[in-house]
């Protein structure tokens, strides 16, 4: 459905510890598999040690991963090193100023960042799919000065995102709960975000 909307990318989650739509790795990788080549397949992955996101990149074989928090262990290099082939876009959830200067660290060293609005912080961690819109002044901060690519994340539906993308201007945007009723992609919502999108 995504794709006949015009998506050029299907993020594909995998295990998280909270939010909606996380499928098992063996359903990514049979999608990744089946999704024309013009299309970028996003593997979200929660690992944060180098050696487990290669490990869950070898199971899904999907062409870009999207790290949804912060690297405990290894390099952005060693990723690379092990699977150059490979996007590498890192989540930043923006919640305060630090946030600017944790997007300023990592953008030369990734292929993309995702603004998104969560909170790797809490006991239980929420790393995407909060449906909460975070300060968009502060994503346009990120975007003005990181040398990388900026997808947008965070709350976005098709009510608020063309007023996102004003305000931002980001390379792209990401969709997640903003599309879903009752946890589930909802046709009417992906046809309205996307109208809302290219109009």
Known sequence: MAISFGASAIGLVAKMPSGPGPIPDETIREIAAAIPPPVATFMLTS?????????????????????????????YQQIRE????????????????????????????????????????????????T??????????????EVSCPVFLAGG????NVSKAIEEVEPFAVDVCSGVRTNGMLDIEKLERFFKAVFK
């Open 156 to 159: 976005l539906n098709p009510d």
């Open 131 to 144: 449906g909460r819109v975070h300060d968009w002044k502060l994503s346009r901060r990120i975007r003005e």
């Open 47 to 75: 690992h944060t040690s180098v050696a487990d996101i290669i490990e869950h990149h070898r199971r899904t074989n999907t062409n870009t991963i999207q790290i949804v928090d912060s690297l405990a262990d290894g390099t």
């Open 82 to 129: 092990a699977l150059p082939a490979v996007k590498i876009v890192q989540v930043i959830h923006v919640i305060n100023e630090n946030s600017i200067e944790g997007a300023l660290r990592v953008s030369q060293s990734v292929d993309a960042i995702l603004l998104d609005s969560g909170n790797p912080n809490l006991k239980v961690k929420q790393l995407g799919g």
